[in-house]
């Protein structure tokens, strides 16, 4: 199957779908939420209500697309609408794409519609990997997963931070150590099922920007679960464990292999932040007059925006293609992590100009891009930092251990 970025009939309809929420349900609302920094919950139950959170549409926009460009899409339409409360209503998502990754078929049927309930009963999903002192260095992460085979249980202590609905999710996957000498290796993802004892919110973070979303800790202490949530199953991780104790190769580390797979999905949410700065400082600068004419007859402003919609459609390029080599498995140079790096520092600058067009009033509160601004920073640090994405590619383009 050869990479074509035109749209089929089935993603244009789901375009316009989510486009009209955005712009319908969300943007009327976003400034409120962004104020209140709490979950917007009535959001989600209409998002909830229409099919937009929720399991089915998870499976179809990223398991049942060959080509791997609905999620992209959707994504940059909901995440034009507004990031925080975008990540409200994806946040699930995460979750769902660590037991996908990582689990079995029956525990992806099992789990990944408990991310996201119904509509009568909205439930939500959180990824767990960072830690307080392992957040680049996977290498060092703490928190231990321990199995006691008399009663076919692990248990699980630690704090993990930083963390998507963390908390307040109904069900959590958590990355843990099972064998520290392995470091790295020695790391798999464990299913907490709904209510299990032993997990608890910490520290609700305060943030720069995305506050419609929900971020905190995640602690565990003496948290007990199942044998049978490890994904993958137990026999499978004690073959890897196995395999990495004889020298032999084990499969991807369980938090690289999530991230890997969301990488072009998250640069798509940045390509949604950087159109809408666009979209709106391009039609302020057709209105708003000074010295007798519009300023986009300036070329200082004409000539920046020529360069935000040029660098929106590069982004945008590349969040598609490794999207669709993604899905295809087909990544050679790290271009999905090329597609997150490219997109996030896009919206960054875009959205940075774009208070520079609307100058004092792109400042202040009433305006929306002082927003988008604070909204876009988190896509140079959330699923692998700047740095770590150039030092994905390098190490795919060289061949070499770059450190």
């Given at each position: 199957m050869d990479f074509n970025p035109e749209l089929n009939e089935d993603q244009l309809q789901i375009q316009k779908w989510v486009h009209?929420?955005?712009?319908?349900?969300?943007r009327p609302v976003a400034s409120e939420w962004d104020e209140r920094e709490e979950t917007p919950w009535p959001v989600i139950q209409e998002a909830a209500e229409?099919?937009?959170?929720?399991?089915?549409?998870?499976?179809?926009?990223?398991?049942?697309?060959?080509?791997?460009l609905t999620m992209p899409v959707a994504l940059e339409e909901l995440f034009w609408g507004d990031a925080g409360i975008g990540l409200s209503i994806m946040g699930s998502g995460l979750a769902a794409a660590g037991i996908a990754a990582s689990g079995t078929p029956e525990q992806?049927?099992?789990?990944?519609?408990q991310c996201y309930g119904t509509s009568d009963q909205l439930m939500l999903g959180a990824f767990a990997s960072s830690e307080p002192d392992a957040g680049s260095?996977?290498?060092?992460?703490?928190?231990?997963?321990?199995?006691?085979?008399?009663t076919d249980e692990w248990v699980l202590n630690g704090t993990k931070t930083w963390i998507t609905n963390g908390g307040i999710a109904d069900v959590h996957v958590v990355v843990a150590v099972v064998d520290p000498e392995l470091g790295s290796r020695g790391h798999a993802s464990f299913v907490i099922p709904p209510n299990s004892p032993g997990i608890s919110q910490g520290q609700k973070f305060l943030k720069h920007g995305i506050r419609a979303s929900h971020t905190a800790e995640v602690v565990l202490s003496d948290c007990r679960i199942p044998g049978s949530c490890v994904l993958g199953g137990k026999d499978k991780l004690d073959e890897r464990l196995a395999r990495v104790r004889e020298g032999k190769s084990g499969n991807a580390q369980a938090a690289m292999q999530t991230f890997e797979s969301t990488r072009p999905a998250v640069g798509a949410q940045a390509v949604g932040i950087a159109r809408a700065a666009y979209e709106y400082s391009l039609e302020y600068a057709k209105e708003r007059h000074q010295f007798g004419r519009p300023i986009i007859q300036n070329q200082s402003i004409?000539?920046?925006?020529?360069?935000?919609?040029?660098?929106?459609?590069?982004?945008?390029?590349l969040v598609w293609r490794g999207a669709w080599l993604g899905k295809q498995r087909k990544y050679k140079n790290a271009e999905g992590s090329m597609a997150k790096l490219k997109a996030g520092r896009v919206a960054v600058w875009a959205t940075e100009r774009a208070i520079q067009?609307?100058?004092?009033y792109g400042y202040v509160r009433e305006y929306p891009v002082e927003r988008w601004h604070r909204d876009a920073k988190i896509y140079d640090i959330f699923e692998g930092t700047e740095q770590i994405q150039q030092l994905v590619i390098s190490r795919a383009i060289s061949?070499?251990?770059?450190e």
């Open positions: 009209d929420f955005a712009n319908d349900v969300v229409i099919g937009l959170y929720s399991w089915e549409f998870m499976a179809e926009a990223m398991m049942n697309d060959p080509t791997g992806v049927m099992e789990w990944v519609p260095d996977v290498a060092a992460m703490r928190t231990r997963a321990v199995y006691e085979e008399a004409a000539f920046t925006l020529a360069d935000m919609a040029m660098e929106i459609e590069a982004a945008r390029a067009i609307l100058g004092g061949g070499m251990r770059i």
